[in-house]
């Protein structure tokens, strides 16, 4: 399994024909995203899930605090249940995905804020 994760100040610009000032109707809408916030994205087309069976409590709530290597959510792809980990601490601000619907490859689907660890004496 293949996890993307980007910072938001590292977004590509987007490439395509410009279109007119005056169109403004069909302006892509980007997430407002605040500088130096870790995207994660889903690895794979599936199913997102935020907790591992219906009723029991989610992964991750907007606020909570993750280590590395801590499961955030699953994704279902051909049957198969496939665990996203956190590859950094943080803490979530915000949870893109909805419980039970589809996502796409590289669809964004946490942001975490960093939380840099303090020097180990």
């Known amino acids: 399994m293949r996890v993307s994760v980007r910072r938001a100040d590292e977004r590509q610009a987007l490439q395509g024909a410009p279109l007119a000032e005056d169109d403004e109707s ?16 889903s690895p794979m087309v599936g199913v997102f899930y935020r907790s591992p069976e219906p009723g029991t409590p989610a992964f991750v ?7 590395p290597g801590q499961t955030l959510c699953l994704i279902e792809a051909m049957k198969l249940f496939n665990e996203l980990k956190s590859d950094s601490a943080g803490r979530v601000v915000a949870i893109h995905a909805e419980n039970g619907k589809p996502v796409e490859y590289e669809q964004l689907l ?12």
């Open 26 to 41: 069909e302006l892509p809408v980007l997430p407002a995203a605040a500088a130096g916030l870790i995207r994660v994205e």
């Open 61 to 67: 709530e907007v606020g909570d605090v993750v280590a």
């Open 110 to 121: 946490f942001e975490l804020e960093p939380i840099v660890a303090p020097p180990v004496l």
